[in-house]
């Protein structure tokens, strides 16, 4: 079984402040995507990495895939409250195309 | 464009019931993957659908069975409820072959409780 390790679990930060989030495994990804999911809500699709050191921006999100596609970072800067939300990491196992593997979630809350 | 329609959007079982969750792709998809979500974690992948036959399984027991019909819809059925099952599922499409390098979309989920 491929786990993924997110960290850290719980972050709560003010409006303004930078924040990395981690997601790391043993096992190696043939691709990588993040995902936010608000509550009542399914998960919406950020991004998808696919090439170890492949690093990606959307606004102020800056998302990374390690050399070795067995973890990948999630940097936010200057945080807004509309960041709240739980962020998913989740892998597609090597040799798989029909299932994803996603990590337990950081819990972000941007307090203003 | 409808997107990913799920139902019931909650509901409440005592141990041993039965229940029946129901979705609707997004247009254009044909295959539904059904997911569990626990409070508190990630998403755990039960089984994927495509061409009305199961493709792919994890590492869930045999209360957990699923169909999908000739229009794409799908359904999971949970025999002999245990309170364990009470989790969010949430069922999400795509095309075939693109989980991980394509997007799932995800409904909203139906939230079981069992009492």
């Known amino acids: 079984t491929q786990l993924l390790e997110q960290s850290p679990q719980f972050l709560s930060i003010q409006e303004g402040e930078n924040l990395t989030v981690y997601c790391n495994s043993s096992s190696v990804f043939s691709s990588l995507q993040w995902y936010r999911q608000e509550p009542g809500e399914g998960p919406v699709l950020l991004v998808t990495?696919?090439?170890?050191?492949e690093v990606k921006k959307l606004k102020r999100l800056t998302f990374q895939f390690g050399d070795a596609r067995k973890d990948s970072s999630l940097h936010i800067t200057a945080a807004q409250p509309g960041d709240t939300g739980l962020y998913l990491c989740?892998?597609?196992?090597?040799?798989?195309?029909?299932?994803?593997?996603f990590g337990s979630g950081t819990q972000l809350t941007v307090l203003p | 464009d409808a997107g990913v329609t799920q139902s019931p959007t909650h509901l409440i079982k005592t141990r041993g019931q039965q229940v029946t969750l129901r979705c609707s792709p997004k247009s254009g998809h044909d295959t539904v993957s059904w997911y569990q979500q626990a409070l508190g974690q990630g998403p755990q992948f039960i089984f994927q659908?495509?061409?009305?036959?199961?493709?792919q399984r994890g590492n869930f027991p045999d209360r957990f069975s699923g169909h999908q019909f000739p229009n794409y819809s799908s359904e999971l059925n949970v025999n002999a409820l245990l309170l364990g099952d009470s989790a969010l599922y949430l069922c999400?499409?795509?095309?075939?072959?693109?989980?991980?390098?394509?997007?799932?979309?995800f409904g909203e989920g139906s939230r079981l409780t069992v009492l």
């Open positions: 999400a499409s795509s095309l075939p072959n693109t989980v991980g390098t394509g997007e799932l979309f």
């Open positions: 989740a892998g597609a196992p090597s040799g798989s195309a029909r299932q994803l593997t």
């Open positions: 659908y495509y061409e009305e036959e199961e493709r």
């Open positions: 990495v696919v090439t170890g050191g």
